[in-house]
């Protein structure tokens, strides 16, 4: 009887492993058909040879980003919208770099953690949106303008 009882909870707990296996599947499928999706037309409109990044911006609209380089081996970032029907191609060169932006956020807010960085497009202007907690633990976003790496909005301890 024991055996029995043993084998039924290896049992049980293979089905609750599986079962979150398939749930943790379900929920990030959207994200990444998003990303395989953005990376077909980053290759095909904007000749990307190799993509190394992905960043997804929710604001006012939602952009897909992918990062790489181009057929020329120039650092770009594709900017393409939620439909996939416009990409606007940024060279890397032209603005601060994911690393300046984080930079800029430790040096300005001493944040206790960085959650997310993102490239994306706010006010028709290029941006990273970096999310960080506060030393306080609460939620801050910070936007800084891509060309300049000025701060365009800032939202504290939501």
Not at 25 to 42: D, F, L, M, S
Not at 61 to 70: E, I, M, N, Q, R
Not at 85 to 101: E, L
Not at 115 to 128: A, D, E, H, T
Request: aromatic residues 12%; proline residues 3%; contains cysteine.
């Amino acid at each position: 009887m024991r055996k029995y009882k043993r084998w039924l909870w290896i049992f049980l707990l293979l089905v609750i492993i599986a079962s979150m296996l398939m749930i943790y599947h379900q929920a990030r499928k959207p994200e990444a058909t998003a990303e395989t999706k953005a990376v077909n037309i980053a290759k095909k409109y904007a000749k990307l040879k190799e993509p190394d990044g992905f960043y997804t911006y929710h604001r006012n609209a939602t952009y897909y980003t992918v990062s790489g380089k181009d057929r020329d081996n120039h650092g770009i970032f594709v900017l393409i919208n939620e439909k996939g029907n416009h990409a606007t191609v940024y060279h890397q060169s032209g603005g601060i770099s994911k690393n300046d932006a984080l930079e800029k956020t430790w040096s300005t807010k001493n944040p206790q953690k960085v959650l997310n960085i993102n490239f994306g497009m706010y006010r028709n202007k290029p941006v990273w949106e970096v999310v960080y907690k506060s030393d306080e633990g609460r939620l801050c976003y910070l936007t800084l303008d891509f060309k300049t790496g000025k701060t365009i909005q800032l939202i504290e301890n939501i």
